[in-house]
């Protein structure tokens, strides 16, 4: 009824070969939709291919790698599209289903997301170090933020050390340290009218404010205008 069946009846050997004297050789796959030769597997110098619509669409080469677009893939897996955007989707549409993506590595590595362009590979990175548990944000091939094990918060630094520039939120006191050397090492700005700039608490009781009132600066107490006015030459109350 049209159909051919290969059976080896359990031996150990191959029970269909296909040969072809030159470099490639091709299983062809057509229907009342389908032009001759437009969908095929086949072999070609040692890796597997794949044609869709005439051209090659996927190859698994010689070592494994998997190309989808490209007949060269350098990685496991390797996306390419030369004429539009290259996306990977992966999707659930179950009711509470969850899409991932997961990275798994050694427990003394990484796992990590890179980020390139054809002028600069590896341009920005965020890796997760499995040996300290900490995670790294790379803009601009440095080192901008990194969270530690503990909580701690770098940003342009790469260790909690005080002395050292840069922005250091302490998780376990709950404290920031900022310092920068011969530039201002913080700037809190408060928009529209005059009021509160910051406001310093115990618990949920407020104890002290500094506050702005007609470009002036103003230290109050636990209530507003209960402190003094910094004005231009001396200590004003009000």
């Known amino acids: 009824t049209g159909r051919m069946i290969v059976d080896s009846s359990g031996a150990a050997s191959i029970p269909a070969e296909f040969r072809t004297t030159s470099t490639s050789s091709n299983i062809t796959f057509t229907d009342s939709g389908t032009a001759l030769n437009q969908v095929r597997i086949g072999s070609n110098s040692g890796s597997l291919t794949a044609l869709a619509g005439g051209a090659e669409r996927m190859r698994i080469d010689s070592s494994g790698n998997v190309g989808i677009g490209t007949d060269s893939p350098s990685t496991e897996l390797h996306v390419k599209n030369t004429s539009s955007d290259a996306d990977v989707q992966i999707e659930s549409t179950s009711s509470g289903g969850d899409a991932r993506l997961n990275l798994y590595?050694?427990?003394?590595g990484v796992s990590q997301i890179r980020f390139g362009?054809?002028?600069?590979?590896?341009?920005?990175?965020?890796?997760?170090?499995?040996?300290?548990?900490?995670?790294?944000?790379?803009?601009?091939?440095?080192?901008?933020?990194?969270?530690?094990?503990?909580?701690?918060?770098?940003?342009?630094?790469?260790?909690?050390?005080?002395?050292?520039?840069?922005?250091?939120?302490?998780?376990?006191?709950?404290?920031?340290?900022?310092?920068?050397?011969?530039?201002?090492?913080?700037?809190?700005?408060?928009?529209?009218?005059?009021?509160?700039i910051a406001?310093?608490?115990?618990?949920?009781?407020?104890?002290l404010s500094i506050a702005a009132d007609n470009n002036d600066g103003c230290i109050d107490g636990a209530s507003n205008h209960s402190g003094i006015k910094l004005g231009t030459t001396s200590l004003i109350p009000r």
């Open 199 to 207: 406001q310093f608490r115990t618990d949920n009781n407020a104890a």
């Open 105 to 108: 590595a050694n427990s003394a």
């Open 117 to 196: 362009d054809e002028v600069k590979t590896n341009i920005g990175l965020l890796t997760y170090d499995h040996s300290d548990d900490s995670m790294a944000f790379k803009v601009n091939s440095v080192d901008r933020m990194r969270i530690l094990a503990d909580g701690d918060v770098l940003v342009n630094k790469t260790t909690s050390d005080v002395t050292t520039e840069g922005f250091f939120f302490d998780a376990t006191l709950n404290r920031i340290n900022c310092k920068a050397t011969n530039f201002l090492p913080m700037d809190i700005r408060r928009g529209g009218n005059d009021g509160n």
